[in-house]
């Protein structure tokens, strides 16, 4: 008899382990969950289009419009002036910046920003092909890594500026 009795204290420790975890999980989850509506609230606000000196605010639907526009107008440029940028969107560059910095946290763009000012956009393709380079050789120079990147990674953009 003691061992069906410590048989269920273990399941009578086991089931409340079993749904603290659980509780974690969709703690997690709804952290998680609120934390990408602040960065899209967040994102949201920095959008603002300026009409004579006064700022209005965009409706949800045209924010993440703008957004999506935004995030395909870097992808599809692939290497951008941070102040073209800027510039097309209505915003200043440190905000630009600024939001390529958050896009690149969340996950939603792939890339570096240089010392010169442009934002150089990376596919996940092209960041495992230079990665499969490294790893094939081993030791790399900085030399052969440049050599190896300008032929593994596409600098055409997909659009052609016709100004």
Do not use: C, W
């Not at 792939?110 to 393709?125: A, L, M, N, Y």
């Amino acid at each position: 008899t003691s061992t069906f009795s410590v048989g269920a204290r273990f399941g009578l420790i086991l089931t409340p382990l079993f749904l603290l975890q659980e509780e974690e999980l969709r703690r997690a989850k709804e952290e998680q969950e609120r934390k990408e509506e602040e960065e899209y609230q967040k994102l949201k606000e920095a959008f603002v289009i300026e009409e004579q000196g006064e700022a209005d605010e965009l409706s949800e639907q045209e924010s993440r419009n703008l957004l999506q526009e935004f995030i395909q107008y870097v992808k599809d440029s692939k290497v951008v002036l941070l102040e073209d940028l800027a510039s097309h969107f209505g915003m200043r560059t440190q905000d630009a910046i600024a939001r390529l910095q958050d896009l690149i946290a969340d996950g939603s763009l792939t890339g570096v920003i240089d010392d010169r000012g442009k934002f150089i956009f990376i596919t996940v393709e092209e960041m495992n092909s230079v990665a499969q380079f490294i790893k094939q050789r081993g030791r790399v120079s900085i030399s052969e890594l440049v050599q190896a990147s300008n032929t593994l990674i596409n600098l055409k953009p997909a659009i052609q500026n016709t100004a």
